[in-house]
């Protein structure tokens, strides 16, 4: 199985600064990697597809980048709703693997 | 809209079979550019993703869970069905269900979610 890393666990912020979480993957994945957003008690929500590809209806402060094995997630001026656990995913083969979730926090 | 729910019981015995039901509302479960799958989250942990189902029938499994886990799918109903067998207390979890767009791969819809309890 692939591994997918995600740093940091946890993240302390303010609203408007610009944050950015890390993912790294066992192998190359050349860009099949996904990050969803998950607020407490709801399912998660689909934010970047294909590592840099935004969903319809997402906000254009969120931003992926990366390529092979690290990918980012970068938020460029946080926002109160966007105070939540993220998660990426890798889509390059089954089973497909997801990290350990980053929880944003307000700081 | 697209909308999932899941359906089924919120309490299973140690050893016995977990079924879960997805019913799938604002388009055609029978869509050949989307897979549809199972995915799971325990109290405070990361996702798992359990398996996915083609229109076809054609079936996708995570190897971790392979020789307990059957999903089917009913395109007359659209709805497509989990069965997790001989389950202990680690399967309690919240189960989601989610549409899977093929090509590359990302859920794109999700259900809210159903959390399954394995108590005795």
Known sequence: ????????????????DRVTITCRASQSITNYLVWYQQ??????????????SL???????????????????TISSLQPEDFA????QQS????????QG???EIK | QLQLQESGPGLVKPSETLSLTCTVAGDSISSSTYYWGWIRQPPGKGLEWIGSVYYSGST???PSLKSRVTISIDTSKNQFSLKLSSVPAADTAV??????????????YWGQGTLVTVSS
């Open chain 1, 1 to 16: 199985d692939i591994q997918m890393t995600q740093s940091p666990s946890s993240l302390s912020a303010s609203v408007g």
């Open chain 1, 85 to 88: 656990t993220y998660h990426c």
């Open chain 2, 60 to 62: 996708y499994y995570n």
């Open chain 1, 92 to 99: 390059y083969r089954t089973p497909y693997t997801f990290g």
């Open chain 2, 95 to 108: 189960y989601f269900c989610a549409r899977l767009h093929s090509n590359t791969w990302y859920f794109d």
């Open chain 1, 39 to 52: 607020k407490p008690g709801k399912a998660p929500k689909l934010l970047i597809y294909a590592a840099s």
């Open chain 1, 102 to 104: 980053t929880k944003l």
């Open chain 1, 55 to 73: 969903q319809s209806g997402v906000p254009s402060r969120f931003s992926g980048s990366g390529s092979g094995t690290d990918f980012t997630l």
